[in-house]
């Protein structure tokens, strides 16, 4: 019993770093969810496959990264997170060196998101930072434990986060920067940190949002007051928002059918493939099938947070809740923006966007979320 | 074990992540009420948008309707298949536009100044077809296409375009086509056509027809999907940018518009036109069925050809439709009144004797003048020795003035305007053609609601004085009538009595007026204006000799309509072609023919022709020669000449 307690030392042989039979711990709940969203991910892509605008068959592509994402996720289960949670500072300083690198060496793709050839690989820093992040920040909590409750452990955890976020501004990319906030805040606040501290932070944001928008670069700019305003804005800016909201809502109750959807197969909907393929979902499939996926991300995140909230340790508590809480932000953000109540920035969907990257990261943080009862049973 | 690990939890985690997963099923519900806002309450209106966006509807134009002869072997106006080239300047490369330009020059001719500055004007919409040239012929199209590499965003499109077979032939009957103006929107698109006289504006609704319209489901390009036309006038909608094929929604095929089958014989109305050109003549000829009313002809020279309206290139012939001096596109037989003079003496011969004013016997003594006890005027005939002794027959063969001085008298205004309005003078005979004028009567009302205002310081203006009605008697004075209402006057003569109403669509079918001459006054009438032609020997001559036909009974009656009194014409002397040409007298000459079927009655008009016996008669002879003899189109018919593709 005293050993298994001892658990936190690393150097306990009988906790090995690599577990290869964690994977008969696996929960088959969420992974029965996962399944089903990865379904529902590759036909949604196969449908944008076949509009008009593309040459390239997305799902294909999508398929095989969320295959060498499923093979990254046992890796990860297989793994004791307490190694990774150890090794969290260092990751944290590569992160950052890498954040510099691509502002200064990145190619620049649309939407302001960059990313670095490194040999064969596309990297994309900021994508990566997501989940390095919450190992950097569990390392930090479990670190301080309660003193968490004092304001200026508080402000020094913000500010693990503050570091990359301001760098990921820079590239620009707003939609990353939007979602790490949250992520780490929740993270803080399940850590035990005082409500008011956060509801004081919260007032000052609230304060300080319009004088940061001046910043703002000019596109970010537009898309806000896009949304503000949508009757002053040009009708470029206007469009896809628009365009947007008339595909989900011609979609109707019950949907136009799969395949059917005149606004993302004839195009009228840019990037319908990407970051507004549950517009695609919802014209096709309708209020029905819009809320059943959002039901299904809905059963996924709770479970993941059953983890947390029945995890052995702390640690266990806070990677689960980071984990669910960088997807949960995403399909939040991402579908606000698809139905109108955010402004533009792209943010993609978990399993259902197409984009490679951010796979691998989703296919990662569903394996951060099935290590944690893994955990658990080991200890016991 | 349990408690050593729990331990290592704060208390009051378990509540936190409770709450996180309070706080996320909160956020997915806003979600869930969001797409029901969007999807369920507002789905209409969305649905509606989309499909906004994804229809677009091409109107497609139905072909206007033929305009027929009596029957389908005579098209006198129909609609050919013209050709346009068009460009897309979007489907063409920026730098290769130049080339473009140069190799259309080079193959059809083209004006390149214009054709650039019309792409440049459309610069905002690249996608908009620009005309390069109009009405390609298909020698040039045959080219175009061989060459059509070079030409990326050059193909052609086809339209209806409205032929006048005839070209100028009875161009004033059919009438002609422009663009709609802005206050007739509505039922119309801006650059659509619409009949502006003639056939053409009358039976506008009918030969109309519907537009169709073909929709279809295009990609989103920003552009609009380009309307083609196949090798059969068929529209389609083409691939667009990407070379997709646009999907076809559904298609309601134009529906063409009604045919007209007309009263004209297109022969007779060449040969009218042609006479008067022959003779020289500004005036008009006009040819009715004298038993159904049915128009046969209404030529007026100068004409023009409806077609310079609708065929590119022809702005100067347009122009010259539209000011020239004489006006060719008013029809003279039946849009301009002139003093009827003696033609009017048939109807007050038929009217003295149906009132019992006059009879077979009744003689006046004609001594070349009259006078009116009282006025200071001499009224004169014609013949200044004077006729003598003379009744109804010889007045009306030798068309004396003074005889019918006394009859007009004898009638009174009152009894004249009567019988003027059951012959239809001086009021529009109701033919299905545009803009007809009614000529003029005058009564003792319009002398009192007309004259009086005209003259409100001249009191002596406003009494109709038994002087005036003496000038009525041989319809001079203010009196004017149609070539038109003369030709319907004369048909009530030829068929005994019942006036006809003039009709040009054979649909409309002859309408007959009750028979309001007698017999007896029919009989006498026909014998006077038989002898006015057939009186060619031993004078005195008929005044209508000039039209004498051998073997055809012919009636006839002249007129010469002063327009100046003699007073203002004595300064030029005797020789009458001193007089200046607007100063001339009119010529009028009405015929029938009693012995032919069909019966026509023929009214002819001369302009400054300064006789009717020699300057209308002759053309009368014609005309009844034409009708009767073969009936071969002659050499002056011809199929208009058109450019263009066929």
């Known amino acids: ?380 | 074990m349990a408690q050593t690990g729990q331990k290592k939890r704060p208390d009051g985690v378990t509540a936190r992540v409770r709450f996180v997963m309070i706080g996320l099923v909160l956020a997915m519900s806003v979600l869930v009420v969001r797409l029901w806002d969007l999807q369920v309450v507002h789905w209409f209106d969305y649905a509606q948008m989309a499909e906004y966006n994804r229809l677009r509807p091409e109107r497609l134009k139905a072909p206007r309707g033929t305009i027929y002869g009596p029957d389908e072997s005579i098209v006198l106006a129909d609609n050919r298949s013209a050709c346009d080239l068009v460009i897309v300047p979007a489907e063409c490369r920026p730098m290769e536009i130049d080339a473009v330009i140069e190799k259309l020059d080079e193959l059809v001719g083209i004006d390149e100044a214009a054709l650039r500055r019309k792409i440049e004007e459309s610069k905002s919409r690249p996608y908009r077809q620009v005309v390069a040239k109009q009405d390609v012929s298909r020698n040039d199209l045959m080219r175009v296409e061989e060459f059509a590499y070079a030409l990326p965003g050059v193909f052609p499109v086809a339209r209806p375009q409205r032929r006048y077979v005839y070209g100028d032939t009875a161009g004033q009957i059919l009438g002609y086509l422009g663009e709609v103006g802005e206050d007739e929107l509505g039922k119309y698109k801006l650059g659509d056509l619409i009949g502006r006289s003639g056939l053409e504006q009358v039976y506008e609704s009918a030969m109309r027809g519907t537009d169709g319209q073909l929709v279809v489901s295009v990609y989103r390009t920003d552009r609009r999907p380009q309307l083609r036309t196949d090798a059969l006038g068929r529209a389609y909608v083409g691939v667009d940018s990407y070379g997709r094929q646009l999907e076809q929604e559904f298609r309601v095929d134009p529906e063409a518009g009604g045919s007209i089958f007309t009263t004209l014989d297109i022969g007779l109305q060449a040969r009218c036109e042609e006479i008067l050109e022959d003779a020289r003549a500004i005036g008009a000829i006009a040819v009715l069925n004298a038993d159904t009313g049915a128009v046969l002809t209404l030529a007026s020279t100068p004409g023009y050809d409806p077609s310079v309206f609708v065929t590119h290139g022809r702005a100067r012939d347009r122009e010259e439709a539209l000011v020239g001096k004489l006006k060719p596109m008013r029809s003279r037989a039946y849009q301009e009144a002139y003093p009827p003079a003696s033609v009017f003496k048939v109807m007050l011969a038929v009217a003295a004797l149906e009132e019992g004013v006059i009879d077979e016997n009744t003689t006046h003594y004609c001594p070349g003048r009259f006078r009116l006890d009282g006025v200071n005027q001499v009224w004169r005939c014609w013949k200044s020795s004077g006729h003598g002794n003379i009744s109804v027959v010889d007045a009306l063969a030798f068309s004396c003035d003074v005889f019918f001085y006394n009859v007009g008298l004898a009638l009174g205004v009152d009894r004249i305007n009567e019988w003027a309005a059951k012959f239809g003078l001086g009021r529009p005979t109701g033919i299905d053609l545009p803009h007809e004028v009614s000529g003029l009567i005058p009564s003792r009302d319009w002398w009192d609601q007309v004259r009086r205002p005209q003259y409100p310081d001249e009191p002596w203006e406003w009494r109709w004085y038994p002087g005036k009605t003496v000038n009525l008697a041989i319809g001079q004075g203010e009196a004017t009538t149609t070539p038109l209402q003369n030709a319907m006057m004369m048909a009530a003569v030829i068929n005994g009595g019942r006036r006809p109403r003039p009709f040009v669509n054979m649909s409309l079918g002859p309408e007959l007026s009750e028979d309001f001459i007698g017999d007896r006054t029919i009989d006498l009438v026909h014998r006077g204006m038989r002898k006015c032609v057939d009186k060619d020997r031993s004078p005195p001559t008929g005044t209508g000799k000039a039209a004498k036909i051998p073997g055809m009974i012919i009636l006839g009656k002249t007129g010469t309509a002063q327009i100046v009194s003699r007073k203002q014409l004595i300064k030029y002397g005797k020789d009458e072609n001193n007089i200046p040409y607007f100063l001339r007298d009119h010529a009028w000459f009405v015929a029938g023919v009693l012995d032919r079927e069909p019966r026509i009655a023929v009214s002819v008009l001369v302009e400054h022709g300064l006789h009717g016996s020699s300057a209308a008669a002759p053309l009368a002879k014609l005309v009844i020669e034409y009708f009767y003899a073969s009936r071969q189109p002659p050499a002056a018919l011809q199929v208009a000449q058109e450019g263009g593709a066929r």
Request: with cysteine.
């Open chain 1, 1 to 380: 019993m005293m050993q298994t307690v001892k658990g936190y030392d690393l150097l306990d042989a009988r906790i090995s770093i690599f577990n290869i039979r964690n994977l008969r711990h696996i929960d088959w709940v969420l992974s029965v969810l996962v399944l089903l969203l990865a379904v529902v991910g590759v036909s949604v892509l196969y449908s944008a496959s076949q509009s008009a605008s593309s040459s390239v068959l997305y799902y294909q592509r999508q398929l095989i990264a969320l295959l060498i994402g499923l093979g990254l996720a046992l890796v990860i289960i297989c793994i004791d997170s307490r190694v990774l949670v150890w090794l969290a500072p260092v990751m944290y300083v590569g992160m950052l060196i890498l954040l510099v690198a691509v502002i200064k060496y990145g190619v620049e793709a649309k939407g302001g998101q960059r990313w670095l050839q490194v040999g064969p690989l596309r990297l994309q820093p900021s994508e990566q930072s997501k989940l390095v992040l919450v190992f950097s920040m569990t390392w930090y909590l479990t670190k301080i434990k309660d003193r968490i409750q004092k304001f200026p452990f508080l402000l020094i955890g913000l500010g693990i986060i503050g570091v990359p976020v301001v760098l990921i501004l820079k590239q620009p990319s707003l939609g990353t920067a939007l979602v790490l906030v949250p992520v780490g805040v929740v993270m803080i606040y399940v850590a035990g940190c005082k409500w008011w501290h956060l509801a004081l932070l919260a007032a000052i944001a609230a304060v300080a949002a319009p004088l940061a928008y001046p910043h703002l670069k000019p596109h970010q700019k537009d898309r806000i007051d896009t949304w503000i305003h949508p009757e002053k804005a040009s009708s470029d800016d206007a469009w896809q928002p628009l365009q947007s909201r008339i595909t989900v809502g011609s979609g109707g109750l019950s949907g136009k059918g799969y395949r059917q959807g005149s606004q993302t197969m004839l195009n009228y909907l840019p990037e319908h493939h990407t970051d507004f393929i549950f517009s695609l979902l919802a014209e096709e499939q309708g209020f029905i099938g819009a809320v059943a996926v959002i039901a299904l991300f809905a059963a996924f995140f709770l479970r993941g947070l059953s983890f947390a909230h029945d995890a052995s340790d702390m640690q266990g508590t806070i990677l689960a809740v980071g984990a669910v809480t960088i997807l949960a932000c995403h399909v939040f953000v991402n579908i606000a923006i698809t139905v109108g109540l955010m402004p533009v920035t792209g943010i993609p969907l978990p399993f259902l966007s197409y984009g490679r990257n951010f796979c691998l990261t989703a296919m990662m943080c569903v394996g951060v979320m099935l290590h944690v009862p893994v955990r658990k049973q080991l200890f016991e």
